[in-house]
């Protein structure tokens, strides 16, 4: 009997934060219907905090991640990766420098969310609760706004300074209780200015809230729709039983990544 062709491995960039990276995995876990441990997806974390902030680089405030990200998606495919994930949605800023050098797919988590929404018509505003970062590099306004026809909320300049980017500075440090307080509290007030959703586009941020938080909303969770997403890949390439060919990264590419 022949064996089946491997459909080759999920790379995931992550460590950007690390609790994020861990909630994606068990995502990506819960998502994919196994009877045993050979039916999950094959996978390679690399999870590195050390990546320069994301948000503060956009605003002007950091050292470009743009190097040690490229570096990221060099050790991904040496490592076998044939697709990769970025359970970060500030690093999607550089999405299209990195899909441009990469020999394998990367997928956006903008597009997989795209999935999850009603036609624009249908749904009405839709709120972003993310970075400041996320909100000024406009990285779900050009995929959903511009692309897509939705029309897109964010908070003010003030709900975004006081309770969205502290909210999620408390995730990451560990303070979930004062977190999910802040994060709540900016959701509710997203509500009240006319949003019918809201995506929560930091990949802390479905850390502490889900669709049973009482924000008087539905909330979209985009690490969910990006595992979803990468479970729906798996199991077509494993159904098709044809293996990517070995890529190949050229090291001297980095050349343009180093700013």
Known sequence: MTEAASPGKLGVLGGMGPRATADFFLKLVA????TTDQDHVATVIR??????????????????PLPALFEGVRELVTAGATAIAIPCNTAHFWYRELAGISPVP???????????????????P???????GTVLGRIYQRR????????ILVPDAADQEKLVSPGIVAVKAGHLERGTDLLIEAARRLAATGA???IMACTEIPV??????????TLLDPTDALADHCVTWWDETRATGVRAPAPDLHLSDTRAWET
Do not use: C, K, N, W
Request: overall charge negative; hydrophobic content about 45%; cysteine-free.
């Open 106 to 124: 990367i997928f956006h988590i903008a597009d997989a969310v795209a999935t999850r929404l009603e036609a624009p018509a249908r749904l009405g």
């Open 47 to 64: 999870s590195v905090p050390q990546i320069p902030d994301r948000s503060a680089a956009i605003l002007g405030d950091a050292p470009s």
């Open 196 to 198: 019918t959703s809201t």
């Open 126 to 132: 839709v709120g972003l609760m993310a970075t400041a």
């Open 144 to 151: 959903l706004e511009t692309e897509r026809g939705y029309r």
């Open 208 to 217: 502490v809230l889900g669709p049973t938080s009482d924000v008087g909303m």
């Open 31 to 34: 998502a994919t219907e196994a």
